[in-house]
């Protein structure tokens, strides 16, 4: 069986860029052995941390974040689906908050968002006087502050 693949068929398999194998190798987040050619060859346990880099990265996590949370792995062995489940079980919350955000763009898309901008002609309706600027900066309404009165 191989134990090693190529940086192209890395890239291939998991749907990322050599470029980007290549930065996380580089911020260490993965690993790979070089070919006597000096060719990149990863483990193929590899494939397991880059769909956990990627969908972490979905969720919204940073690379530093995700570093830490693939510090946690056990070095040596290929992740149990129990090693996966525990990391992955921190981010209900944060999941939840970005659906939760996504809730508040989506009734929004067609109406003032609280910027203070007044741009829209509806915004002089929705935040007169630039109420929603008093909650400080940014897309108030989107961020959900409520529309007063």
Partial sequence: MITTISIGEMARRSGVAASALRF???RGL????RAGSGHRRFPRHV????????????????????????AKLPEG??????????????WTSRIDARISELERLKSSLTECIGCGCLSLDRCRL??????????????RYWLGDRKAG
Wanted: hydrophobic share 35%; glycine share 10%.
């Fill in 30 to 33: 993965i690993g790979s052995e």
């Fill in 126 to 139: 929705s935040n007169p006087a630039d109420r929603a600027g008093a909650n400080g900066p940014g897309a």
């Fill in 77 to 90: 062995r290929t992740p149990t689906p129990a090693d996966w489940r525990r990391l992955s079980s921190e």
């Fill in 24 to 26: 996380y190798e580089e």
């Fill in 47 to 70: 494939l397991r941390r880059v769909a956990f880099i990627v969908f972490a990265q979905r969720v919204g996590l940073t690379l530093e974040e995700i570093g830490i949370e693939l």
